[in-house]
T-cell receptor, first 111, second 116 residues
Framework: DAKTTQPTSMDCAEGRAANLPCNHSTISGNEYVYWYRQIHSQGPQYIIHGLKNNETNEMASLIITEDRKSSTLILPHATLRDTAVYYCIVPGGTSYGKLTFGQGTILTVHP | GAVVSQHPSWVICKSGTSVKIECRSLDFQATTMFWYRQFPKQSLMLMATSNEGSKATYEQGVEKDKFLINHASLTLSTLTVTSAHPEDSSFYIC????????????FGPGTRLLVL
């Protein structure tokens, strides 16, 4: 798996956009970027993934830089229930679908 | 869609007993299921990968004779912690995907195990 780097923690006000960055400078051309989150004491939840184009779904948007060395997950209107650990993961190569979870970013949404 | 369930959600057992945890994909057939373990304030660590009808592949350092995995059908995988000890107390989480080349995994809610 390509190594990813994320800030340890971030804060966001409720109702504002939360922008979570991730660096993956060693990503190769056919590797996707995946984002998951884990709310306290629950199993992780898939959020979104992308290759090179920006992606949007009902949960979030994913912006990937043109050189693909970094990406940003955007929660457009954060709520208190978005408080969680967010993981940016780049599986690939011969990992056969295996995911390696790093420490992620602890996002705290404040009232 | 893509719902994964686990049972039980929590279990307390005495040291030396065995505990079985079930993982089910409710609305899809899971070619591959994964088992993770998470200790307090730590990230998830992959224990093993299982494919229906074949033996599980364990990660380095995970004892295959202690953590028995059975993937009997496309919707059910079980993890049995044999002769559990207090150090096995942890949060066990399973996940599943549609096929081996699909990297999106759908996770169960987790099972909290406490060994006394």
């Amino acid at each position: 798996d390509a190594k990813t780097t994320q800030p340890t923690s971030m804060d966001c006000a409720e109702g504002r956009a939360a922008n979570l960055p991730c660096n993956h400078s060693t990503i190769s051309g056919n590797e996707y970027v995946y984002w998951y989150r884990q709310i306290h004491s629950q199993g992780p939840q898939y959020i979104i993934h992308g290759l090179k184009n920006n992606e949007t779904n009902e949960m979030a948007s994913l912006i990937i830089t043109e050189d693909r060395k970094s990406s940003t997950l955007i929660l457009p209107h954060a709520t208190l229930r978005d408080t969680a650990v967010y993981y940016c993961i780049v599986p690939g190569g011969t990992s056969y679908g295996k995911l390696t979870f790093g420490q992620g970013t602890i996002l705290t949404v404040h009232p | 869609g893509a719902v994964v369930s686990q049972h039980p959600s929590w279990v307390i057992c005495k040291s030396g007993t065995s505990v079985k945890i079930e993982c089910r994909s409710l609305d899809f057939q899971a070619t591959t299921m994964f088992w993770y373990r998470q200790f307090p304030k730590q990230s998830l660590m992959l224990m093993a990968t299982s494919n229906e009808g074949s033996k599980a592949t364990y990660e380095q350092g995970v004892e295959k004779d202690k953590f028995l995995i059975n993937h009997a059908s496309l919707t059910l995988s079980t993890l049995t912690v044999t002769s559990a000890h207090p150090e096995d107390s942890s949060f066990y989480i399973c996940s599943a995907n549609f096929d081996s080349f699909q990297e999106t995994q759908y996770f169960g809610p987790g099972t909290r195990l406490l060994v006394l």
